[in-house]
């Protein structure tokens, strides 16, 4: 997770979603054109989606939030 201090313009929420996704165990895996993702072999889902799933597991913050 990022304070924003730190977060630069090449920071991309989805790959940081993947990152803390995997880090806890889940297998992510993205479709040819990075537009959908698979977690753990489940269907396929949009970027947004892929971030909710991370927000609502507390494994990054949304934005505008500072711990």
Do not use: C, K, N
Not at 31 to 37: K, S, Y
Request: glycine share 8%; no cysteine.
């Amino acid at each position: 997770m990022h304070p924003p201090s730190l977060v630069t313009e090449d920071y991309d929420p989805t790959l940081e979603a993947v990152a803390a996704l995997q880090a806890h165990g889940h297998t992510v895996e993205p479709d040819e054109e990075f537009a959908r993702w698979q977690i753990d072999g489940r269907e396929w889902i949009s970027h947004d989606d892929l971030l909710a799933i991370a927000l609502r597991l507390g494994l990054v913050d949304g934005p505008g939030l500072v711990q």
